[in-house]
């Protein structure tokens, strides 16, 4: 170990520091989360010296400036990042490999260049023809866009103070390394001193900058979570990368909401926007087929139609299977022991298997009501009319409670054409009656059987 260093211990997940390895983290608990890293003493100590100098602000003194946003100039991304990029902020985009990352940002720079903001990618894993070929498929670009391919942090630095870009783009953050820390890129400590000279530049500069984070097979970005702590705004971008459609989705954001989604496309020449999600879920929707249902789910402020399938058939063993793709397993189980209790269905002797169609993921209670009659659907094999859409959430007693924004559902299921529409009786009041659908009020699931399925 060099002089005037010093080993310490993070936790990947939440970033607790120690001076000593344990098996637990104290912060979030989880186990076997550890790992060293060697910290300069001489930057701790400067560290320590610049807080020290620092005075308090009153509150009473702070003035408030008006955010300064620029367009994507794609109607989705916009929505999620809270009404475009805020200049000077810092944003990490996350996904797994390969799902498309590098392309959005790519077709954001094309977009951004048309309005003459200089831009500056650079890349720490693709050279600068691979680069160039992706690009050549999404279009023509101007000269505003300049590439750089490099991992050094401190000639990136050089090269953002001379150049003095708009926006930057860093692909990836674990690529990156620092001279001043003594382990290899990807590390705890490179990620942490990466992000934190990234910080630095964006508000010392103004300068807005996007960094890639890859994500491993857990679900989070490669890299202790403080990563996540550290930036102004986490989005990610999902999807099965054998399906054609992707979701951006916001999970952090400092300058807007987090319940926002934003659905792409993914072709030839890039990710095409879809403007209507809720009709591209329902493409392909069989007909006159029984466990088939269609619900709505809020996302944000935009209402999503998803339909849902159930299957219900005698299990062959002991044990009946359970399987939900889409939605919460345990959700599943506590419905259909509703079913069991509040309608007499018995359910024990049969296998049970729930699908949101087209591989997306609500976890909303209102399309609690959906999954019941989808399961009643198939255990009676009736068909539900394709033209009836229901939502709402239900409860151990069986009652249909009420949820939010039940105007904004009625309103996306009459403007695709559904005629009837299942909702809870409570939000009745809320809903104003409209022309060319008609609103069937439920109070607990047996009227919403009697009125959709019969007896």
């Avoid at 094309?110 to 050549?136: H, T, V």
Wanted: glycine residues 10%.
């Amino acid at each position: 170990m060099a002089k005037g260093t010093k080993i310490l211990f993070f936790c990947k997940e939440c970033g607790y520091e120690s001076g000593k390895w344990m098996g637990q983290c104290p912060g979030c608990k989880e186990w076997n989360t550890f790992v060293e890293a060697e910290v300069d003493k001489k930057t701790l100590k400067n560290h320590a010296q610049e807080v020290s100098d620092r005075k308090p602000t009153k509150l009473s003194q702070i003035q408030i400036e008006e955010e300064i946003r620029t367009s994507t100039h794609m109607e989705e991304m916009d929505r999620v990042l809270g009404g475009g990029i805020v200049t000077g902020s810092l944003v990490l985009v996350g996904g797994d490999p390969g799902i498309g990352k590098s392309t959005l940002l790519l077709q954001m720079c094309r977009n951004i260049c048309e309005d003459n903001l200089r831009m500056l990618y650079i890349s720490g894993e693709e050279s600068l023809q691979q680069i160039k070929l992706r690009a050549d498929r999404m279009g023509q670009f101007n000269d505003k866009l300049a590439l750089l391919c490099e991992t050094n942090l401190e000639l990136i630095d050089g090269v953002i103070r001379k150049e003095k870009p708009e926006i930057v783009i860093i692909d990836s953050i674990q690529t990156m390394f620092s001279d001043s820390v003594d382990s290899a890129p990807g590390s705890v400590s490179q990620v942490r001193e990466a992000t934190a000279t990234l910080m630095k530049i964006a508000k010392g500069l103004n300068i807005t900058i996007f960094v890639v984070g890859h994500v491993t097979k857990e679900g989070v970005v490669a890299g202790p979570r403080v990563l996540e702590h550290m930036v102004d705004t986490v989005l990610y971008l999902e999807g099965d990368r054998h399906a054609s459609y992707r979701i951006l989705r916001s999970v952090k954001n400092r300058f807007g909401s987090t319940d926002e989604i934003g659905v792409f496309e993914m072709e030839q020449d890039g990710l095409r926007e879809v403007q209507n999600p809720s009709e591209f879920m329902l493409e392909g929707k069989p007909e006159n087929a029984s466990g088939s249902v269609v619900a709505c789910s809020m996302e944000g402020t935009r209402p999503i139609l998803i339909e849902i399938q159930a299957l219900v058939c005698r299990s062959n063993f002991g044990m009946p299977r359970r399987t939900a793709a889409g939605c919460d397993y345990n959700r599943v189980n506590l419905l259909m022991a509703v079913l069991e209790k509040r309608l007499g269905i018995h359910l024990s002797e049969y296998d049970a298997y729930v699908n949101i169609a087209g591989g997306i993921r609500m976890n909303e209670p209102a399309i609690d009501l959906g999954i019941v009659m989808a399961l009643v659907s198939s255990v009676k094999d009736a068909v539900i009319d394709e033209s009836t859409i229901c939502f709402g959430e239900v409860g151990l007693s069986g009652e249909v409670r009420s949820v939010p924004m039940a105007e904004q559902r009625v309103n996306e299921a009459r403007k695709l054409g559904f005629k009837t529409c299942i909702l809870p009786k409570s939000c009745l009041s809320s809903v104003k009656e409209k022309e060319g659908i008609k609103l069937v009020g439920v109070s607990n699931v047996k009227e919403a059987v009697l009125a959709v399925v019969g007896n």
